[in-house]
């Protein structure tokens, strides 16, 4: 059974940082396209960041130019560099895997337990 363990949340003060990880337990991770979700009470749940298998980028507007998706092939775990927080990212960030993309191979989802992130002075 694939697992994902999310790690590195915690409380910042406005400003601060943070680094997300994501360590995943599948043996073809690097098949695997991988994102960040969010979800604040009372809010759905939303896309923060992607990685695809070859390492192409994307960040929501909300997050563009503060935080940024990257990932380890050989740690098997993606990252979430998270900077310049604001309150509003406060929220239960959530790890997810998509794959694996190879040829004749069914595509399966999994998600982590998520992990909380507070930005409060």
């Known amino acids: 059974q694939v697992q994902l363990v999310e790690s590195g949340g915690g409380l910042v003060q406005p400003g601060g940082s943070l680094r997300l990880s994501c360590a995943a337990s599948?043996?073809?991770?690097?098949?695997?396209?991988m994102r960040w979700y969010r979800q604040a009470p009372g809010k759905q749940r939303e896309l923060v960041a992607s990685i695809t298998s070859d390492d192409t980028t994307n960040t929501a507007d909300s997050v563009k130019g503060r935080f940024a998706i990257s990932k380890d092939n050989a740690k098997n775990t993606v990252y979430l560099q998270m900077s310049s927080l604001k309150p509003e990212d406060t929220a239960v960030y959530y790890c997810y895997a998509l794959g694996p993309f190879a040829p004749g191979t069914t595509l399966n989802t999994y998600w982590g337990q998520g992990t909380q992130v507070t930005v409060s002075s």
């Open positions: 599948m043996s073809s991770f690097s098949l695997y396209s």
